[in-house]
């Protein structure tokens, strides 16, 4: 049975959500068992008794906060992300989940557990909404600020991987992040990736903006610095729209009795930008599954997230990625 | 009197649109006169005798395409763009408006007409809609994929004279593209970018992607490769948003009728974010004002492409860039 490390203490609003995410999922899905990582008392006053025998709870009550620098997390042997990283490298436990400092998530993830033989990099990936009933696959979106063709290789082949194994994909589709579709698009750095990306299946060549929103491709592939924009860009144009039409809306009665019949349209939009629907964002090409589930997680998205380190640690994913980065690197 | 240069074929719906925006432009502004390079036989049907002192007709029928790569441009010296950027080298014209080839009208601005002291390279720069009542003027959209931290310091030169001597904004606030707001952010290029840029007053810092859409800045800087994805990104986000809403309204009547009732606002909502409402994009840095259009602009588009011409060249623009360059640079 698959055991789960939670760092249970390291959200933005503290044990609550996290716990309640951990109870949803265990009534779900009765085929895991869970070590929450956190202070004993508060931990044991939020989980029923009756889930008491598939919860492990060790107890430390040093936490991460968001203003501490990722450095200084790798010295705090006690906090609550150091110690649920451990149980994974000491095979406690098969995959973690945190919600806290994304930035020492990452680097405990990968000095502590280490790098898959063949990544020079990991990378963050996560799922961006389209039109089409699909996702796109983004990565890098924050883990690496300057990168080179051969980790955008790597990107490739890991983001690819992911969607097979663990999306359940049939034959991803893979697009280079780049300033126009033709080949020869691209700035020095992603002209020399697509030349090793070409030798990888399903490589659609180079992508726009545009198309991870189009659904164009499964997998698109870009540095972190890149990530990061498109993300906080597509957030900023989503948060201005609905900021429009909220303005124009306070303009006419007739518009708001508009809004009020079209609230279920604009219900279900929301559910379709839902990050919480997604869960977290998996750290990929370290040796286990380690999902960075948002700071201001709700329940629903580490409920998601603790199944996508479920899907992720029952999959072939780490093996794969190894052989093929031996098979199509040069 | 002000002269404006105008390639009256290059747009991708032939000269039609092009002369209507023309038309318009005229008689919005009785203080400018205007060129137009094309057919003259075509130009001559368009445009209403009574505005044919106002408008002289230089006759050349080589157009470049869309699909014409930019170096062949620079050797086919009939075309309607190489003579409408040559008028405003030989002095014949104060500024060019071209809805044709934007590559070609770049390495023709920037080889024919030449840079001003001090620009490495010239920028196209562009205006974003916000949820605020203004714009976020970014920079650089395509022009310059591989920059180095001296090109993006220059663009933050060009972009806040631009805001203030154009778009007569007072004091304008730059922000630099980066993955998140603290100093400490940034890629290789950038954080030395950021050291430059720190001499010029009014320098926000770093910027992330969703404070273009916010308003939070006058001016965004980034490289021309990121600049793209920006643009296209949201492009995308905006466009999806759009199907999204749509499919779910065909899901209910109550919905449809919702909608009926908010069209106005849709309607709003597409002034906003309505490219025509900006005209074209300017070329910055080069010699003479510049303003490039896109290829399926509507005369709406093109007559305020040629009101941003006149507004260009009736600042002191130019002037004002090579003096900041000279006092920032170190």
Known sequence: MLKIAIDAMGGDFGPQPIIDGLIAALKLNNNFTAIAVGDKTQLENLIPSYLLNRVEIIHTDDVISMSDSATDALKRKESTIYKAI???????????????????????????????????????????????????????????VDCDAKNLFEFAVMGQVYARDVLQIDEPLVGLLSNGEEES???????????????????????????????????????????????????????????????????????????????KVFKNLKVRVDYAEYGGAPLLGVKAPVIIAHGKSNPKAIQNAIFQAINSASSNLNNDIEERLKRFSS
Chains 1, 2 share one sequence.
Do not use: W, Y
């Open 86 to 144: 451990d149980l994974v490298k000491t095979g406690e436990a098969d995959a973690v989940v945190s919600a806290g400092h994304s930035g020492a998530s990452m680097s405990l993830a990968t000095l502590r557990i280490g790098r898959i033989k063949g990544v020079t990099r990991p990378a963050i990936a996560t799922l961006m909404p389209t039109s089409e009933n699909q996702n796109t696959l983004v990565l890098d979106v924050g883990a690496n």
């Open 185 to 263: 698009k691209g700035n020095e750095v992603t002209k020399e990736a697509f030349k090793l990306i070409s030798k990888i299946p399903n490589f659609a060549g180079n992508v726009e903006g545009s198309d991870v929103f189009k659904g164009s491709v499964d997998v698109v592939v870009c540095d972190g610095f890149i990530g990061n924009i498109l993300l906080k860009t597509a957030e900023g144009v989503a948060d201005t729209i609905g900021k429009i039409i909220k303005k124009n809306l306070k303009r006419s009665l007739i518009s708001i009795a508009g809004a009020v019949l079209m609230r």
